[in-house]
């Protein structure tokens, strides 16, 4: 995952390849765009061109940083200009509700074969009526302290300003927010009592009182603030925190002993998708066995495709930032969709946003 600037060079090269390569003749004429709404920094921007090499189509990257931005960029847009929708999990069924994507029609997908069983009918989508996995991961602490043993990390180094040793950030998304100040609090990551988050936010504005909070930052931009040494720590997704370490080795990344939780991205249908077909062929591409591969190396994200892992080297397979350790995974829950306690975890959000 890599910055927007390479994804402006790849267009680039992708336009001219286009004009150039010996590629079908039809598909060189009259080239369809797919627009693929994303997280930024996660594609290789390789399989631009690629994509359209093998399909035919064009694609396109809308890019977003925060799942509350993309939904908010749907509901005030609308949905019509975009084709597939990369959404997290916890908001799949608030999507189904707004209508904001429709049910894959799973006979175009043939790749669905190579998904792991572990992600077929998954809690946020019981029956893949509506998504296709992308990619998992998990979310933690990416640090810069080579005396703090990564097992040990608790979320007090961030919430409480005795520990604390530099400037840090938190996680600009308010459900995963929220459900880590209530894991550090002691509660249940899926609370949804009202005393209880209301606890999570007074935690959280305590931490926003400590004289080194930055602020909030998507993933990427807390990341980067680590790299670049403004932050001491920041709140990140898995990803992210193992480009930073390749970048700079001294870098630790943590899952908090209190606990943290798990995620699946997926691929999903736009209700109004203007190219419904080309959506089909983007996620039969993703799931290929190479192309998941070759994915899940650049981006640094444990993978759902199981046909992929035959060319995934044992070095990958073993990192336990990307794929965690079984005591890790033991103290992480998947988020839950709060169903109509959702607005609680709004008016939470406003309040830490506003004070």
């Not at 040793?165 to 899926?190: I, T, V, Y």
């Not at 062929?281 to 190479?290: D, G, P, Q, S, T």
């Not at 192309?291 to 892992?309: C, D, F, Q, R």
């Not at 995934?312 to 073993?318: G, L, V």
Request: charged share 25%; net charge negative.
């Amino acid at each position: 995952m890599k910055r927007s600037s390479i994804y402006r060079i790849a267009l680039s090269a992708f336009f001219i390849v286009s004009l150039l390569c010996g590629c079908n003749e039809k598909y060189q004429q009259t080239p369809r765009t797919v627009t693929v709404m994303i997280y930024s920094e996660y594609i290789d921007p390789d399989m631009l061109t690629d994509f359209q090499m093998k399909t035919g189509y064009q694609l396109k990257l809308e890019l977003y940083e925060a799942q509350e931005d993309m939904l908010d960029r749907l509901r005030n847009e609308g949905n019509n200009k975009f084709d597939v929708i990369i959404a997290s999990d916890v908001i799949i069924q608030q999507m189904v509700h707004l209508e904001l994507i429709a049910p894959i029609n799973a006979s175009k997908i043939p790749n669905r074969v190579n998904i792991a069983d572990k992600f077929k009918n998954p809690p946020y989508d019981p029956t893949n009526a509506y998504t296709m996995p992308y990619h998992w991961g998990t979310t933690g602490i990416l640090y810069r302290d080579t005396t703090l043993d990564a097992n040990k990390v608790s979320y007090s180094m961030l919430f409480d300003e005795k520990q604390t040793k530099g400037n840090f950030s938190l996680l600009d998304e308010s459900r995963s927010m929220l459900s880590m100040a209530l894991l550090a609090k002691g509660f249940s990551a899926n609370s949804t009592n009202p005393d209880e988050i209301d606890q999570a936010v007074e935690y959280i504005l305590q931490a926003k009182r400590d004289p080194h909070f930055l602020g909030f930052d998507g993933s990427v931009s807390g990341k980067d603030k680590v790299l670049s040494g403004m932050d001491w720590a920041a709140i990140v997704f898995n990803g992210e925190a193992m480009n930073a370490i390749d970048e700079d080795p001294t870098l630790q990344f943590a899952i908090p002993v209190e606990g943290s939780f798990m995620w699946v991205d997926a691929m999903t249908l736009s209700s109004r998708a203007p190219n419904v077909e080309g959506a089909y062929a983007f996620m039969n591409y993703i799931l290929n066995a190479r192309v998941g591969a070759k994915l899940a190396k650049y981006i640094h994200y444990a993978t759902p495709n199981k046909a992929s892992l035959e060319f995934i080297d044992d070095e990958f397979k073993n990192n336990r930032v990307i794929n965690p350790t079984s005591e890790e995974i033991d103290r992480m829950v998947f988020l839950r969709d709060p169903g109509e306690a959702s607005e609680l975890f709004d008016r939470a959000w406003v309040t830490i946003k506003s004070h």
